[in-house]
């Protein structure tokens, strides 16, 4: 089945639950227990359809990367060398100098070349190349990285100027005076902090020239820092970490406080309209997805749900005709905690300290037969605007 076929079968799926929904509600609004079993059923077959949606695109993806020329033809004379020298961490013999001395291949022939990406903490850099697959793997691993602006720093702390209130016109009667009114200034601080994890290989496997060793910290350094990055980005509190979009200090702002973890359809609208215009056009939604299948009830005053499905190549399903991400790490829907996030996320800024790093550990494993490898980058996030986001804050219980 193509994706396009999948799309209109869950569109008709919906189709399906939302007529059930609409004849099985009570008077007050509500199912009984059994059509509400009935209901679930119904809206698993839904998400599961979109999950096979997104495996078969992502599949599609790697599909058209694998089938990209694997090499350039020649188009110029081949003693005429032109084009860019590459050098420092991007120059192929850094490269091959790197990979050696992390499966310990000629060693004490390549510490020259490794020189020029040592970094201050005794490990090297990765080379280039190799960094740009890491940062595309975490952007994979972690749905906030696509929507919020990245800078790198290459030292320091990044001071980042922001407009805190702006200066207006006055009327002035004739031959009066005018009126200064100056635009107020403040700066918000982005540091780096350290996130880093091990990882342990065998002997063997290090040395088996049939593994591939690039694909495999590549991987398995997108799973682990990318998951734990976006769980700071949502609620990570600035204490050694960066500061999330939920933190109670320094997140976005309360757009809307529902009196009960039943969120009803003015919620959702109060928090939308709180929300300023110039914001608005630009803005998605973030939500765990036990809020999205309560949304997914919700209807407006004409009778339409507010959450629809995708029909189409490149169109998002939407909540309020906006489209939505869901994440793990966003709390779940549950009084007492701010439970979704409306706004423009390209005001979080994230801030890389360009280079990565890793160090091979020789001796800690070498009982187990084991080479350990240390991986680390340097990150901090952080909204400079709060009010360019706004979030629905649950009422706590008495």
Known sequence: MTIQELREKRAKAWDTARDFLDSKRNANETLSEEDSKTYDSMEKTIVDLGKEIQRLERQAEIESEMNKATSTPITGKPNN????????????????????SIRNRNFYDVRNDLS???????????????????????????????????IKT??????????????????????????????????????AHKLSTAIKISEELINDSAFDMTSYISREFARRMGSKEEEAFFVGDGVGK????????????????????????DDVM?????????????AVWVLNDSTVKALRKLKDSNGNYIWQPSVSAGIPDTIFNRPYYTSSYIPELKAGNKVMAFGDFSYYWISDRQGRSFKRLNELFAMTGQIGFIASQRVDGKLTLSEAVKVLDIRKTS
């Open 270 to 282: 109060e928090i939308f309209y709180s929300l300023r215009s110039p914001y608005r056009k630009n």
């Open 242 to 265: 960066p500061t999330g979009i939920f933190a109670s200090s320094g997140g976005a702002e309360i757009g809307a406080t529902a009196q009960t973890s039943a969120i009803t359809f």
């Open 81 to 100: 060398v032109t084009g860019e020298v590459k050098k420092g961490t991007a120059s192929a013999e850094y490269s091959k100098a790197f990979w050696n």
């Open 116 to 150: 020029v990406g040592a970094d201050s903490e005794g490990g090297y850099l990765v080379p280039d190349e190799f960094e740009n697959t890491l940062v595309e793997a975490l952007e994979s691993e972690n749905i906030f990285r696509k929507l919020a602006t990245v």
């Open 154 to 191: 290459s030292n320091g702390d990044r001071k980042i100027p922001i407009v805190t209130s702006k200066g207006e016109a006055n009327w002035v009667d004739e031959n009066g005076t005018y009126t200064p009114s100056d635009d107020v200034f403040g700066q918000t601080v982005l540091s």
